[in-house]
């Protein structure tokens, strides 16, 4: 009996998958991922704020850091003065402010550009793979 239990379960998820997918949510990433029938997308809204959390936090530690260390850092933060307006390095708590917000906002727009052609090259490359 319970064989047949787990024979009719299995059969539902492989009916599910094989024709409409099933949709994962990671609860702490917030990456909603549907596999099967429907192809593998990734939330845009999730790797937009991913992508801006990372790069926005990671120019806003390094910036800090030079405060203290002068020398460190120095290559990526005279990059990103090249390309943000406004900020350069080492100058005010301002500068660094400012550099972070760009950062933030570049961030986010790299990671909705991502994920967008992620999905588009999924969907393009999914409905002409061998087999289906």
């Not at 099933?22 to 596999?35: A, D, E, P, Q, Y």
């Not at 030079?66 to 080492?90: E, K, M, T």
């Amino acid at each position: 009996m319970l064989t047949t239990q787990c024979q009719a379960r299995w059969q539902n998820v492989r009916k599910r998958f094989l024709d409409g997918g099933i949709k994962i949510h990671h609860i702490l990433s917030g990456v909603t991922i549907n596999v099967g029938g429907g192809g593998m997308k990734l939330s845009v809204k999730a790797m937009t704020i991913t992508f801006a959390l990372l790069w926005g936090g990671a120019v806003l530690i390094v910036a800090l850091v030079n405060f203290v260390w002068p020398s460190y850092g120095r290559a990526l933060l005279d990059f990103c003065s090249s390309i943000y307006p406004g900020y350069h390095v080492g100058q005010t708590v301002g500068s660094v402010a400012c550099g972070s917000v760009f950062a933030l906002i570049d961030g986010a727009v790299g990671g909705a550009l991502f994920a967008w052609l992620y999905n588009r090259f999924a969907v393009c490359l999914g409905e002409r793979a061998p087999g289906r």
